[in-house]
């Protein structure tokens, strides 16, 4: 009598296996996933298909690699746009800035030039 094991391993419940001798125990299956890719033994794993897993592993490492490298280079563009216009916004409030000192000035005078006429 062999014991059959079920599809869905719970690591707190071993099941019978754990406790068959080993004679009795179904034979291990060796399951390896790697991104999609299911071999229940090791022989099936010819050359073509490996070159196939790892054009699949890479393919995906690469893509999010490209994809990481496109987010970061929109965010550079909005970093100098946003550096860009603060330093625009600035030069406008230094010339406006200079602007009112000169007005402040003109009507200094004028008020110094009312007084010294009234006085």
């Not at 419940?13 to 399951?31: K, Q």
């Not at 090791?42 to 893509?63: C, E, F, H, K, W």
């Not at 563009?77 to 603060?86: A, F, I, P, S």
Request: proline share 5%.
């Amino acid at each position: 009598m062999t014991v059959i094991r079920s599809r869905v391993a719970n690591p707190l419940d071993p099941g019978p296996d754990a406790y068959a001798p080993r004679d009795r125990r179904a034979p291990e299956e060796r399951d390896t996933r790697v991104a999609g890719y299911h071999s229940r033994t090791s022989n099936q794993a010819s050359p073509g298909n490996l070159d196939a897993l790892i054009r699949r592993v890479t393919g995906t490492s690469i893509d999010e690699i490209d994809w990481i490298i496109r987010e970061l280079e929109s965010i550079r563009d909005l970093l100098r746009n946003e550096g860009e216009r603060v330093s625009r916004e600035l030069a406008s409030y230094n010339n406006l800035g200079q602007s009112s000192v000169t007005a402040i000035k003109i009507l200094s005078d004028s008020v110094k030039a009312w007084q010294d006429r009234s006085s």
